[in-house]
């Protein structure tokens, strides 16, 4: 079976910034950006009104991207208990966005991320926003580094290839239209 092109919307969550980078792609073929972004609320605001413009930002990037995926970061460990908490809610918020539309959701590490970005799982964020820029061939990159972010996701997303990506691509077919076929036989489908 042909591989086809996968439309994946990564999200960087942050309650102050939450970067939102939109990729065309598939695994061994030239990457194209679709949009890329970030939804900003103020830090003075109650954590209530920030997730709400959150999700409705959200909300506003897949109804124009209409990704087939959505690869959200995962939320690690950190020292700083307050940030762990507002990037867990932001990421949350994403998650929801995308499961109420049915589409298909990734976490990924920071390290998987720039494992599959750089070759290095340490890499920093320059280095990140280097090679995104270079392989979305961009003419400057990404500002600020959470819109970066969100690309590298949205990349590492459609290389990681496997299972998930033709879930995700039979998913898409399957809205679009188009026959799927598979092991047991043809299914079709309508896209919304």
Do not use: Y
Request: glycine share 10%.
């Amino acid at each position: 079976m042909r591989v086809t092109a996968l439309r994946v919307l990564g999200v960087d969550p942050g309650l102050t910034r939450c970067g939102l980078g939109a990729v065309e792609g598939r695994p061994g073929a030239p990457l194209s950006l679709v949009a890329v972004g970030v939804v900003r609320t103020p830090a003075d605001d109650d954590i209530g009104p920030r997730l709400v413009a959150i999700e409705a930002g959200i909300e506003q990037w897949l109804d124009e991207v209409r990704p087939d995926a959505v690869a959200v970061e995962r939320v690690f460990a950190q020292h700083n208990v307050r940030t762990v908490m507002g990037t867990a809610q932001a990421a949350a918020v994403a998650i929801v966005c995308a499961a109420r539309r049915g589409l298909p959701v990734a976490l990924h590490t920071p390290s998987e991320v720039k494992a599959a970005i750089t070759g290095n799982g340490n890499a920093d964020k320059k280095q990140v926003g280097a090679m995104v820029t270079r392989l979305l061939r961009l003419e400057a990159m990404p500002r600020p580094a959470d819109a970066a972010d969100a690309l590298a996701l949205a990349i590492c997303h459609v290389w990681r290839g496997g299972v998930q990506n033709r879930l995700a691509e039979a998913l898409a077919q399957a809205r679009s239209g188009r026959t799927v076929q598979s092991g047991t036989g043809q299914s079709k489908g309508a896209r919304r």
